[in-house]
Every structure is written in structure tokens, then in C-alpha cells.
């Protein structure tokens, strides 16, 4: 086991298989990568993917901020993950998604190397619960779990089995119960941090 702090950790299958890629960096995205990282999204999932029910927690809002992650092979774009601030209930919380690697990068493990960079980052900034939806198999590793969403609802239809939870801080989600809405920041006023820092300046 691969310990974040003393109150998650990471499973160690997470990291099993990993191929070292050196060449590739994990960094923040940055207002230049957008229009590389919508079409390595619309290349992994096509058009439905503005159908998902957890869009409704994104769209017209901003990542959270430090939690906008890009894989870089030099100038080339070829992985993306995001994170979002969401209300579980009445639990300030995180979405995680969407996850994307391109194709001739993948079982190369920088999903992972991606999804670790996030929960480090996400524990660092404070952050005590993250939800998202997707495989089971896949995110149970790291942590995620059904029974820390069982409680929960999103705004749509959704497949209940992919629908998961991970508490950074123990006990996070234990009261969390209702609607899952966003909170973010809204995406046309940019970066809260830029914002604040202009307004200091």
C-alpha cells in the first residue's frame, strides 16, 4: 500500500503494471490546452458524452483550482482529468471526471499516474471527499467505494453501481445524504485564484 496520509490510502494494484514513461509530464492544464483536451474528449467519448447525467454538475463552471490535470508528451495533449466542486447533500465534496488518456497512450498507466497527481493534490488542498462515476474495477483501488454514495442522487439517470465515493478524511461522507449539486466557480468568470489575485493587485 501506497499511503497518502494517515488517513487514506491508495491500494497497490493501482499502480501495478505501470510502464515509466518519462518523456510524459503531468502538469496543470492551462487555458492553451482546451481546445487539444476537448477533442482528445470528444475522440475518447464522442458527442454523448455531453448526454452524461454528471455534465449537468459541470457544464458553465470552472475545474477546481490546482485540479486540472494534463499528461504532455512535449506539446502533444495525450491525457486529461478534472476535478469539480460539487455539494454532496450537505458535504462540500469533489466530482472527478472526465478521465482520458489517447489511445496510443494507453496501458502505459497514466490514468493512474493521472488519478494519483489528483488525490495527492485534492488531500494537500484541504479537500475531504471525491465522487465520481465510472468502473468499479478500475477506481476501487484508489479507494472508491459504493457505500460512501449510497446515500446520495444525481440529477439524472445513472447506472447506481458505477456511482462512487472516496472519503480523503475519514468519516467525510458518513452523513452525506440527497441531491448531489455543483458549487463551482462559473466558468465565464475564470480562475478563482486569478480573480482574487486581480483584485489584491
Known sequence: MTSLSNQITIQAPAFVGIVPVPHVVVTDETPSDISDR???LDRAFGE?????TV????EGRAPAHRLA???KDGDDLVGTLRLWHIRAGEVPALLLGPLAVEKAYRSL????RLMAEALFRAHG???AAILLVGDAPYYEPFGFSRRHARGLVLPGPVDE???LGLELVSGALADAKGLVVPTGWPESL???????YRHAA
Open 38 to 40: 476537448e477533442a482528445l
Open 48 to 52: 454523448s458524452r455531453f448526454e452524461k
Open 55 to 58: 455534465e449537468r454538475l459541470r
Open 69 to 71: 490535470l494534463t499528461a
Open 109 to 112: 498507466g497514466l490514468g493512474r
Open 125 to 127: 488542498l484541504g479537500h
Open 161 to 163: 453501481r458505477r456511482f
Open 190 to 196: 475564470g480562475d478563482p485564484a486569478d480573480v482574487a
